[in-house]
């Protein structure tokens, strides 16, 4: 699939937060640093999660260079405020995405 490789590594906003949190866990049991490398790469290798934006990230004191219209989202947002992968109509309110 075209793009197929630029995603293949992607593990989302929340992904990131679940293979740190599994790594020091690793860490405080008291693995070696080989071993929590080998836990955390386990980890990453399937986590995958996925950001739902219905604002882009701003600078604070600039003006926000990629705003989102008002019945539109972002869908695969990044942590960083990376462009997301694809903005469509939003169908959905944020409150009902986290539910």
Not at 4 to 22: F, H, P, S, Y
Not at 65 to 84: A, K, L
Request: charged fraction near 20%; proline fraction near 3%.
């Amino acid at each position: 699939k075209e793009g197929e490789g630029r995603w293949k590594n992607a593990r989302g906003v929340a992904g990131i937060v679940l293979v740190m949190k599994g790594a020091g866990a690793a860490a405080a049991a008291g693995l070696s640093v080989d071993e929590v490398y080998e836990e955390t790469l386990a980890m990453a290798n399937v986590v995958r999660t996925q950001g739902v934006c219905f604002t882009s990230c701003s600078i604070p004191g600039q003006q926000n260079m990629r705003p989102i219209p008002q019945d539109e989202m972002e869908v695969g947002c990044g942590i960083h405020g990376e462009m997301s992968r694809l903005r469509v109509k939003a169908t959905t309110t944020a409150k009902e995405i986290v539910q």
